[in-house]
């Protein structure tokens, strides 16, 4: 398999510090933290502790202060294109789904197949198989608004995986949703790696996540530790 066929990537983080406000918060003091290639990893930590920081790093929407970042062959601190590696390598799924709402759930998670050589008929069927995936293909034409929250954030991850990304990343994908339909989306989400063997990182405040994870972690003080 080449590293394009959409297996995970090992993401290997080295005494990464990031300070907001010209050092006045420091949200990471000194992280590093091993994800082996297809791993299911969850990271706990109270509110304020760092987790989005940590993803936003990885995700290479932000830059660490020092330390380094590699996924994959990928050195985050020194990418030549940034948005290229976000829309190639990784998956975002977000608290809030951030679908756009006068779309309809196909057309949202056919956005960020836009602009990558892709025919429209070859997307929109990349898009249905993967509505078909998460349990919509019944809500294909529904406009986020019309969704449950559940829902809603079945779309989100549809979207996320559209480009076959090696690595997804979801920041408490689950919070804004009752018990059950969260437990869905973690067994969706469980049940996607199986099936793409990505690497997923799912930050979480529910502690029952972290025990079907193949490994837990939790952010304090700045740092990542195991839950043991
Ligand atoms: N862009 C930013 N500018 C200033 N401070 C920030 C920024 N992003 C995060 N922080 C601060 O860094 C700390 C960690 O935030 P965050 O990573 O969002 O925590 P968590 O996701 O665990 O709730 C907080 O004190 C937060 O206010
Ligand atoms: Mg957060």
Redesign the pocket.
């Known amino acids: 398999m080449s590293s394009s066929d959409g297996h995970g990537v090992e993401v290997s983080i080295e005494h990464v510090r990031k300070s ?2 010209g050092g006045l ?1 420091r ?1 990471l003091e000194d992280v590093t933290l091993r994800i082996g290639p297809g791993e299911f990893i969850s990271l706990m ?1 109270p ?7 940590l993803l936003n790093l990885i995700g290479a929407l932000d830059k660490p202060d020092s330390g380094s970042i590699t996924v994959g062959e990928h050195q985050i601190e020194n990418l030549h294109s940034p948005s290229e590696y976000r829309a190639g390598v990784v998956g975002f799924v977000f608290q809030l789904h951030n679908l756009i709402p006068t779309l309809s759930a196909l057309e949202n998670v056919q956005m960020p197949m836009l602009g990558r050589r892709h025919s429209r008929k070859a997307r929109e069927a990349r898009a249905r198989e993967l509505l078909n995936e998460v349990g919509l293909s019944h809500r294909l034409n529904a406009n986020p608004g019309t969704l449950s929250g559940g829902e809603r954030q079945r779309v989100a991850i549809a979207r996320a995986l559209a480009n076959r990304p090696r690595l997804l990343l979801a920041d408490e994908p689950t919070g804004a949703l009752d018990s059950v339909a969260g437990e869905r989306i973690m067994a969706l989400l469980k049940r996607l790696r199986e099936q793409y063997q990505m690497t997923t990182l799912v ?1 979480t405040n529910d502690a029952g996540v972290g025990a079907t994870a193949d490994r837990a972690y939790r ?1 304090r003080d700045g740092r990542v530790e195991p839950i043991t």
């Open positions: 907001f406000e918060i949200s930590g509110s304020g502790s760092g987790k989005s920081t930050v952010m």
